[in-house]
């Protein structure tokens, strides 16, 4: 964890932390990012440090936040799924902790609220860190000295559970990562990004219809509508009705955020994704968007890691995901061409802050040459495919 601490503060200097970071809207950070019962000190901010690097907060003291959530890997752990105590492996994908504040919801389900919501559950659950219950884990630090002072210093009071994530997320709002070369290229300088980049922005915003789900507002600026949508993925493996029907068994049986949280990292039933939240049919198979913010740091893709590059992920949306009853209404093929895939690549790769600059580089020519080697999610002739004339009579139309 030494090296993780040491990166840490080359990337993130002393700051203000009680004031609105640059880069992101004064109103939105006061109003909407940090609540009324964890406002920002630089004593909440140093204890949740220390708390994000803790391995005593799992049962075998081998895991931590951080283990996860990595600092030279993107804030993720850049596994195909996360790996818990004893080697253990869950079902999805690590989000990046980066820019993690400006989220509405947490976890790609979005089945916690908020990052102090959030912070609290791999604590417990049996695959992440494992402690058998709040009391357990905040026992294995609870008596130590240095914790007691600073928990008094943070929050006037002994450590407690609701203190310890609140703590871990004040820390969390300080992953503050939007100065990208695109960025620059906003504010007025032409030159911050290449020409075929600024072709694959345009890409982005028309043909490639990427804005539909990753708008970069200026308000929330991480390309995500904070929404959850079927796109295919799961599909590929799954019979979603049968795995609806026995999560909703199990949920009977086991109710409460705790079940959800176990079932979504512990079994297939993982791949129902919002579902297992509302129990509401339209989310089947539906996952969060995912920012893309510093994406070319945070692979392999998707809520359980199957895409190793971003080739892949267009190759997915270009022949219009995998069909299934539950996908989302604006998933259609795209028919973009392989020069227009690379712009609209190029431009992504413009979205990581420019303290990456070197290893987003590395990501470009890493993911570009296993590119070059395989496709495994192409299908140039669907994502070409165009109604045919019998088909418009048949279906009354065109389409």
Same mark, same amino acid.
């Given at each position: ?9 080359? #990337? %993130? ?18 109003? %909407? ?23 005593? %907060? ?41 820019? $993690? ?36 884990? #905040?026992? $294995?630090? $609870? ?43 906003? $504010? ?14 345009? %890409? ?15 308000? /929330?600026? /991480?390309?995500?509508?904070? &929404? ?7 599909? &590929? ?98 028919? #973009? ?32 040459? #296993? ?21 418009? &009579? ?6």
């Amino acid at each position: 964890m030494g090296q993780q601490k040491t990166l840490l503060e080359s #990337l %993130l200097p002393e700051r203000d932390v009680t004031q609105s970071p640059p880069g992101v809207d004064p109103g939105i950070w006061q109003q %909407l990012v940090i609540p009324e019962d964890n406002k920002m000190t630089p004593e909440r901010v140093a204890l949740g440090k220390k708390l994000y690097f803790e391995t005593r %907060l799992s049962k075998d003291g081998t895991v931590a936040c951080a283990t996860c959530h990595d600092v030279s890997r993107g804030f993720t752990d850049q596994r195909p799924v996360s790996e818990g105590i004893n080697g253990a492996l869950g079902k999805r994908n690590a989000p990046t902790t980066m820019n $993690a504040f400006l989220l509405q919801t947490m976890f790609l389900d979005g089945r916690a609220p908020s990052l102090e919501e959030q912070a609290k559950l791999p604590i417990v659950n049996p695959i992440e860190m494992a402690h058998a219950n709040e009391g357990a884990a #905040l026992a $294995a630090i $609870a008596d130590d000295p240095e914790y007691q002072r600073m928990f008094s210093f943070a929050y006037g009071r002994a450590p407690n559970y609701d203190d310890l994530g609140r703590a871990i997320a004040a820390f969390e709002r300080t992953f503050v990562f939007l100065d990208a070369p695109f960025d620059r290229y906003l $504010a007025g300088s032409p030159e911050a990004i290449s020409e075929e980049a600024k072709r694959g922005w345009n %890409l982005f915003n028309g043909k490639g219809r990427c804005m539909s789900c990753h708008q970069m507002n200026p308000s /929330i600026p /991480i390309g995500s509508d904070n &929404r959850f949508h079927n796109i295919g993925v799961a599909a &590929r493996k799954q019979n979603f009705e049968e795995l609806a029907r026995r999560a909703l068994d199990a949920l009977a049986q086991e109710g409460g955020m705790k079940a959800v949280d176990r079932l979504a990292i512990e079994t297939d039933l993982s791949e129902l994704g919002r579902f297992m939240v509302t129990k509401d049919r339209a989310d089947i198979g539906a996952f969060k968007t995912m920012q893309l913010r510093n994406i070319a740091l945070t692979g392999p893709y998707m809520h359980d890691g199957s895409m190793e590059t971003l080739w892949d992920v267009m190759d997915h949306y270009n022949k219009g995901g995998e069909p299934n009853p539950f996908l989302d209404g604006g998933i259609e093929p795209l028919a #973009l061409s392989e020069d227009e895939i690379d712009a609209v690549v190029e431009f992504m790769f413009t979205l990581s802050d420019t303290r990456f600059a070197e290893q987003n580089q590395r990501a470009f020519t890493q993911q570009r040459k #296993l590119a070059a080697a395989k496709r495994p999610f192409r299908d140039t002739a669907m994502a070409e495919r165009r109604v045919l004339p019998f088909e418009e &009579r048949v279906m009354g139309g065109t389409r």
